[in-house]
């Protein structure tokens, strides 16, 4: 049923749809599963989004660029909420983003059954090299340069990568 | 109760942030690059951690207009200034005694074995811990248990590794991490012993028994230790009252520097 207030919610989803993760620029947050709903309320809009980690330091900035989005569109009353339960996993993560993603030179993450593994010095996950699509790959780093990433390089075009980890 | 809950997520908060600072006097000095990186991504997921438990802990403080004298002197200056609690004027503006962390989160980064060797013993601490919280009775614990334990895996998992190639490695790391071990002993047993407001909430089903972690976190050390040609230690000497506020002096010297600007400048904002 079209109602005045789906349309409303339908809007905001929209204007969520162009914001861009501060640190995967190529990304935007509805790629990556951060935001997990939006509520209409009788006095304002409540947009709730979940961190990828409890430590992510972009967290503060996606909410003030929801914030701005929704105010530059006439919105008023913005409340953002910030929810840990459900846990954010790779699994939010929608195919078009992971193609974004690899088309930047992020490996996406790989599907999860592969890697809740926590022996120790397990074979490394096999990544595909983003830039020229090979398995032929090897860890350099399990942590890379943010808190979602580790970095690998290929042993074959020998260009170092990050890849999104699976979590 | 409520107090105690409170108490508790400042436990809880503490640990995190204290091991979180320690972790980060890393940053620019680590052994190699990649590892400098790791550690201070740790440091990164601990403050984390300790953020969501301070803001639980704020929310909590405000709703039931727990009493300033959790926080001491300054803190409740800082109250009275800002009105409400916040993540922020916990970490500021409390003094060393009101800080809840276990001892062996507040000594020195030593070496890398000593700061391998501690982050492995808490993580596998943390492990146990969170795993148990993952059934807590209080919702906003639980979740922020559950987010966590995802990070601790990996810390887990990479400071073993550690622990393994420094043990099982050249003389020299193999005497450094035997060192370690002789340094750190003897604060590993104030994980397992309860203190009053763990005590109290363990009847309403929010916090686990900690001794009841103790045994498996034993046999995950010995397995460790086994793998790394380490000795098991057998005196048991154990160093109490940080979860109480009794600190020994590195914690003044931590919150003197990172306090320092906060303090100084209460006014100033981002």
């Not at chain 1, 993560?93 to 599907?111: D, F, Q, T």
């Not at chain 1, 996950?125 to 340069?145: D, L």
């Amino acid at each position: 049923m079209v109602t005045a207030n789906n349309i409303l919610v339908d809007a905001v989803w929209k204007i969520l749809k162009d914001i861009q993760d501060p640190e995967v620029p190529v990304s935007t947050i509805m790629d990556l599963g951060i935001v997990r709903d939006v509520l209409l309320h009788t006095d304002g809009v409540e947009v709730v989004i979940t961190p990828t980690y409890s430590g992510c330091p972009a967290m503060d900035m996606i909410a003030m660029n929801i914030r701005l989005a929704l105010l530059e569109k006439g919105f008023r009353n913005i409340k953002i909420k910030t929810v840990l339960s459900p846990a954010w996993t790779t699994d939010w993560m929608s195919e078009e983003g992971k193609r974004k993603l690899k088309a930047y030179g992020i490996a996406p993450p790989n599907p999860k059954q592969q890697v809740c593994n926590n022996d120790l010095f397990a074979l490394h996950e096999t990544v595909q090299c983003p830039q020229c699509n090979s398995y032929h790959t090897h860890r350099i780093s399990e942590f890379g340069s943010t808190a979602c990433k580790a970095l690998y390089q290929c042993s074959d075009c020998k260009e170092p990568f990050d890849y999104f980890k699976c979590h | 109760m409520n107090k105690h809950l409170i108490e508790y997520a400042l436990h809880l908060a503490d640990n995190a942030l204290i091991l979180g600072h320690r972790n980060s006097e890393w940053c620019g000095h680590g052994p190699v690059l990649e590892q400098d990186i790791a550690i201070t991504n740790i440091s990164l997921d601990l403050i984390g951690q300790a953020r969501n438990f301070y803001q639980y802990a704020a929310t909590l403080m405000n709703a039931h207009q727990v009493s300033p004298q959790v926080g001491g002197g300054d803190f409740s200056a800082r109250l009275r200034e800002e009105g409400a609690v916040t993540e922020d004027s916990l970490a500021y503006f409390r003094n060393s005694s009101k800080f809840k962390n276990l001892l062996i989160v507040e000594q020195p980064i030593g070496d890398w074995a000593q700061t391998i060797l501690r982050q492995f013993f808490f993580s596998a601490y943390q492990n146990l811990l969170f795993e148990k919280l993952k059934e807590s009775q209080d919702e906003q614990i639980a979740a922020i248990a559950i987010k966590g334990l995802k990070e601790v895996a990996y810390h887990l998992r990479w400071s073993s590794e550690w622990v393994i190639r420094l043990g099982d490695g050249t003389e020299e790391s193999h005497s450094r991490v035997t060192k370690a071990v002789d340094e750190l002993w003897s604060y590993t047993g104030e994980m397992f012993i309860p203190v009053d407001y763990e005590l109290q909430i363990l009847k309403k089903g929010i916090a686990p028994d900690v001794t009841s972690i103790k045994e498996s976190w034993l046999q995950k050390v010995k397995e460790i230790f086994s793998e790394a040609m380490l000795k098991f230690p057998l005196t048991y000497l154990i160093h109490t009252g940080g979860k109480e506020g009794k600190h020994g002096e590195y914690l003044d010297l931590i919150l003197k520097e990172f306090q320092s600007v906060a303090r100084a400048y209460p006014t100033a904002t981002w």
